[in-house]
């Protein structure tokens, strides 16, 4: 008798890998998880309602070209309970499932310690301000301001041909103190549209965005936008638009 799945557990269409051969992502909510499967597991996902791993690979002989094997089955229903995919079954499972809550919970030294390389800390969920916000930016994805935009650019390149000394030497006044913190103010404000960027491209393609904040790189902060859900677009294309989405904002700033 297989235990049963998860109920929250949701099966979606993956892109394709680089074979060209048929992907599919199991997403798990509670942990905003994407996994990806191949045609395998998802055929054996499939007929996991039979409750019965003979009455499975017997069904999949019959309908499909696939030919697991015995030891192939166990390693899918092993890799499915390394994830903790599957509901427990036995008070052994129980017991497992609490003692690895337990070893996660550890003193936050310890945890700073093995995770100083790289951590994240959530400090806003923007997913419903993106919602309402998206119509107000959609026009900044126009052609209308892609013109505008290179036209601004020919215009200040023009301007600083024209005036370059007055350009070098304002350019010296970032080393004052008061130009360091012009700098910083400029360096939050093009990190922030930076991130937005993202959140919005995301959203505008059907995702959500569950969180912003900082993630440490050997203790250094730099902002970030969860945006595991691009996972579920299967368009390369569109996932690309997310990925240079924040890039493209900083340069249509500058």
Not at 54 to 59: P, V, W
Not at 195 to 210: I, N, Q
Request: positive net charge; contains cysteine; glycine residues 6%.
């Amino acid at each position: 008798m297989l235990p049963p799945l998860r109920s929250d557990l949701k099966i979606l269409t993956g892109p394709s890998d680089i074979d060209g051969q048929p992907t599919w992502l199991l997403y798990d909510p509670p942990r905003g998880r994407f996994i990806q499967i191949g045609w395998p597991v998802f055929e054996v996902l499939r007929r996991w309602s039979l409750k019965d791993a003979a009455e499975i690979m017997a069904d999949l002989r019959r309908t499909t070209p696939l030919r697991l094997s015995e030891e192939d089955f166990v390693e899918i229903v092993k890799f499915l309970k390394s994830l903790e995919l599957v509901r427990p079954m036995r008070e052994a499972d129980l017991q497992r499932l609490s003692s690895r809550c337990c070893t996660r919970q550890i003193n936050p030294w310890s945890w700073l310690l093995h995770n100083y390389l790289f951590f994240k800390v959530p400090l806003y969920s923007p997913d419903r301000f993106l919602t309402r916000a998206l119509p107000l930016v959609r026009p900044f994805a126009s052609r209308a301001f892609l013109i505008l935009t290179i036209m601004a650019l020919g215009l200040g390149v023009l301007l600083v041909v024209r005036q370059w000394e007055t350009f070098v030497t304002a350019l010296k006044g970032i080393l004052t103190g008061e130009g360091l913190v012009a700098l910083g103010v400029a360096f939050v404000v093009s990190h922030t549209i930076h991130e937005l960027a993202h959140g919005f491209v995301a959203k505008a393609h059907g995702c959500r965005v569950p969180s912003m904040g900082l993630a440490f790189l050997l203790l250094y902060p730099v902002p970030y936008t969860d945006t595991n859900e691009t996972w579920r677009i299967t368009q390369s294309r569109s996932r690309l638009q997310v990925g240079v989405a924040g890039m493209l904002a900083e340069l249509a700033l500058a």
